[in-house]
């Protein structure tokens, strides 16, 4: 069955391109893809597919069952955009003012739309049932994921894979890893609340933008010293915002920030840690703060076996030159919901353009990807599927 379906997905690979070049040029922001859910559920419909919409809000979830018994497998496509304007000079460039795929989703769709035909072709040799998960939201936390589960876009489900068309890895190439592969992604706001004046009177204020800068210093710290040198961890001030006249010290300062870690009990360490220098910073000079820590996406961390499975898939892919354990991506990612309730595993799909030195990064202006790389991507999460439902079917077991 596996050469069919590979010969399948290069049949219509075209199609992929077609569908991923319709998409880019008609993106649409989290929580607002409408257009786009109301797409991929027609794209089913029209195969005669089992489709559900308005899963856990926009969400869309196909279930394709094989004649012959088995597991079921779970794969993912994200198919939210960005509010950036697409700066690039290419025939598919974005068709709405301020919003472009500028991560890969559409790419994702359109690999797990292709996928999901091939899959029902041969659905008399499929050994168990696929679901094709299709997520709105995975750019704006809570995101997507968290609802569609709440939605019972999991139920039955006994291991789940998802990839990333990853630009900055070149196209042929796999990126796995057991474990942690991407950190939980958090963000932090700070009010300093001072006492401002005339800025040739300083000894008269409180001075919020010297205070929230001695802030943004202590932070530093807190990787530096407190955390342990073995737990990787990032804080980071985004945003820091004093607006006034060039001669009047501000009353108040507000900061924004992220922090990424991959251990939970390191996250929580530096929510606590950020308050703690936050309050001996106002104290020593005699002001006072708001602070509000945001949960966002928790780390994305892979099962061993499900990851091992993978990477022995990946081996029978001609297109695949390169099979390589990642380094811990820093950038978050809510398929981290996914991997809490079942097993399986997410990797990256190298989609480095062609003739390209240095590719533009994700959630660039001018961000793209090698097309070539969506087909990889289909096979790969194709063969996952094949090779988790013939380890785990009812005749394996027997």
């Known amino acids: 069955m596996l050469q069919s379906l590979f010969q399948e997905l290069e049949a219509n690979y075209s199609k992929m391109v077609e ?118 939201a995975e750019e704006f936390a809570p995101g997507g994921a968290i609802t569609m589960i709440e939605d019972g876009c999991l ?19 796999i990126q796995y890893r057991v474990g942690p592969i991407m950190a939980a992604a958090d963000r932090f706001e700070v009010t300093i609340n001072g006492s401002g004046g005339h800025g040739a009177q300083p000894h008269k204020t409180k001075d919020s933008v010297v205070i929230g800068s001695q802030f943004v210093m202590n932070l530093q710290q ?34 924004i920030g ?35 820590f945001y949960r966002g996406y928790p780390a994305v961390v892979n099962h061993k076996e499900e990851t091992d499975l993978l990477v022995n898939a990946t081996k029978e892919i001609a297109e695949v030159n390169v099979i390589e354990e990642a380094e811990p991506q820093m950038g978050g990612e809510d398929f981290a919901y996914y991997l809490q ?23 660039h202006p001018k961000f793209d990807i090698n097309e070539k790389a969506m087909l990889i991507a289909a096979k790969t999460l194709g063969n996952a599927a094949l090779t988790y439902q013939k380890e785990h079917s009812v005749a394996a077991v027997k």
């Not at 139920?155 to 190439?173: E, K, M, Q, R, Y």
């Not at 309730?341 to 959630?363: D, I, L, N, R």
């Open 155 to 173: 139920n039955g489900v006994d291991a789940i894979f998802g990839t990333h068309l990853w630009a900055s890895a070149p196209t042929g190439t």
């Open 258 to 292: 992220t922090v990424r870690t991959f251990s939970e009990d390191v996250r929580d360490q530096i929510e606590e840690e950020i308050e703690t220098v936050l309050k001996g910073t106002c104290m020593t000079n005699g002001a006072t703060y708001d602070y509000t």
């Open 222 to 255: 807190i990787v530096s010293r407190r955390v342990n040198p073995v737990e990787p961890a990032v804080v980071s001030v985004g945003n820091f915002v004093a607006k006034n006249a060039f001669n009047v010290i501000a009353d108040s300062a507000s900061l």
């Open 19 to 136: 569908i991923r070049r319709y998409l880019h040029m008609n993106p649409e922001l989290s929580y607002k893809e409408v257009k786009t859910a109301e797409y991929i559920a027609n794209f089913y419909k029209e195969l005669g597919v089992d489709v559900r919409t308005g899963v856990g809000g926009n969400g869309v979830v196909a279930t394709i069952k094989g004649d012959l018994p088995g597991p079921t497998v779970a794969l993912r496509a994200d198919f939210d955009a960005l509010p950036i304007q697409d700066e690039k000079d290419v025939e598919y460039k974005s068709t709405v003012p301020g919003v472009m795929h500028a991560c890969g989703h559409d790419g994702h769709t359109a690999t797990l739309l292709v996928l999901s035909e091939a899959f029902l072709k041969l659905k008399h040799q499929l050994a168990g049932t696929v679901v094709m998960i299709h997520q709105h």
């Open 341 to 363: 309730h079942v097993k399986g595993s997410f990797f990256f799909t190298g989609a480095k353009p062609e003739g390209v030195e240095v590719p533009y990064p994700h959630h």
